[in-house]
């Protein structure tokens, strides 16, 4: 029913047949790779993913302050609307289909000038990198994130209302279940909201961990997930419980190597055994 992936940045900066070869191990469809166009060699990521069986299924961009699509200064917002062009180009190359896009960098907790402003910017940003993600069939999914991590989009209403502003059909909407843990108050109202823009889903606990280590209600989303008809993959970004996310990637190796595979195997099966009795 559900294509099951994991996205590449949460297993930190071990080698990616490394991180393959433990999706191939638990089952998994695919994976999403991080959006580093320029770290990332098409040729050989082909070849990884033939050689595992799996798929790229999306692009997970990764949005600092020199990727800021809200950003009222024009070389930095220029900057942002060519990385995500970048990241289309990587899509296209690897057969992935979705991008996600936060129009706000993490760490951003308030405007450089006014919201209002800001909010202009994105809307010009995602106008012109939607555009070009249109002429290559590739989807950019707008990702809301928690209030602690940036200021702009937070909730999936506030997506929408940026993705109808913006309004062009490439322009979608992914849910994070993490995020949505923290800011909105019925999941399946939410989701249902932004039913016609749906186009990705992560999949975390409430603690950020792995699904079925908290206290998430996973049958009812995938109960709402299938009523909608969603297509796309579940996929997983869990995290250990740390203050730093991006601490996971400096991590003791063979600590971490046990704790993603702890994760890895937890998460699919807590979602498969859902799915199927359903």
């Not at 999936?156 to 994070?176: T, W």
């Amino acid at each position: 029913m559900f294509k099951y992936s994991a996205t590449q940045w949460i297993f930190g900066n071990e080698p990616m047949e490394v991180s393959l070869q433990r999706l191939k191990k638990y089952g998994y469809d695919g994976v999403e790779l991080a959006g580093e166009p320029k770290q990332i060699d098409s040729e050989t990521v082909n070849w990884l993913l033939e050689q595992y069986e799996l798929e790229c299924t999306s692009i997970c961009g990764i949005y600092t302050p020199e990727r800021d699509l809200s950003s009222s200064d024009e070389a930095i917002r220029q900057n942002a609307v060519q990385y995500v062009k970048d990241c289309v180009d990587l899509a296209v190359n690897v057969g992935a289909a979705t991008l996600i896009v936060v129009p706000s960098p993490v760490g951003k907790s308030k405007p450089d000038t006014t919201i209002e402003q800001e909010w202009s910017n994105v809307v010009q940003s995602l106008r012109e990198a939607g555009a070009y993600a249109q002429s290559h069939h590739i989807n950019l999914a707008i990702e809301a994130l928690n209030r602690f991590e940036t200021y702009l989009v937070n909730k999936l209403n506030d997506a929408k209302k940026l993705v109808e502003q913006v309004d062009l059909p490439s322009v979608k909407i992914m849910a994070d279940l993490f995020h949505m843990n923290i800011e909105e108050r019925d999941h399946s109202a939410a989701i249902r909201h932004i039913a016609p823009y749906l186009a990705h889903v992560h999949i975390a606990d409430n603690t950020r961990e792995a699904a079925g280590f908290g206290m998430t209600d996973f049958e009812k989303v995938v109960r709402t997930l299938i009523e909608l008809d969603y297509k796309g993959p579940l996929t997983m970004e869990f995290l250990p419980p740390v203050a730093n996310p991006y601490l996971v990637a400096r991590s003791d190796r063979s600590e971490a190597g046990s704790v993603y595979d702890e994760y890895t195997r937890q998460s699919i099966e807590h979602m498969k055994k859902i799915v199927s009795s359903i």
